[in-house]
C-alpha cells in the first residue's frame, strides 16, 4: 500500500490543473476541498468522491464500493474512485469536477 503522505501528494498533483483543490486533515485522513466544497476523501491509500443518483452508476459500473471508515458506518454518497480513472489526469479531473459540482448544488 502507498504511503498516506505519498497518496496525497500524488492525487493532488493529478488534480493540480482543477485550480483551488486544498487539503485537510479530517477521518485519519484527508478530505478534499474545491472552493470551499467538500469533495472528496481520502482514507488508507484510496480516493473517494461525493456521488449522487446521477453519478453513482459511473462508480458501479467499475465495481467500487462507498466510503466506510469503520465497520459501523458506511457513507454511501462517497464511491471510491476507480483505479483506471485516478491513473488517468484527464479523466480524474473531469470526474472530480463533477464530484465538486455535485456537492456544491446540495449546499444550495
Not at 13 to 24: N, P
Not at 31 to 42: C, K, N, T
Request: charged content about 30%; aromatic content about 14%; overall charge positive.
Amino acid at each position: 500500500m502507498i504511503p498516506q503522505d505519498s497518496f496525497k501528494e500524488f492525487v493532488l498533483d493529478q488534480l493540480a490543473a482543477m485550480k483551488s483543490v486544498t487539503c485537510r486533515a479530517m477521518f485519519g485522513g484527508f478530505g478534499l476541498y474545491h472552493q470551499s466544497v467538500f469533495f472528496g476523501i481520502l482514507h488508507k491509500g484510496r480516493l473517494y468522491f461525493k456521488t449522487n443518483d446521477q453519478t453513482r452508476p459511473a462508480y458501479e459500473e467499475y465495481s467500487m464500493k462507498p466510503f466506510r471508515p469503520s465497520d459501523k458506518q458506511t457513507l454511501k454518497s462517497y464511491y471510491e474512485v476507480p483505479p483506471e480513472i485516478l491513473e488517468d489526469g484527464d479523466e480524474l479531473i473531469r470526474w472530480a469536477e463533477q464530484a465538486a459540482g455535485r456537492a456544491a448544488n446540495r449546499r444550495k
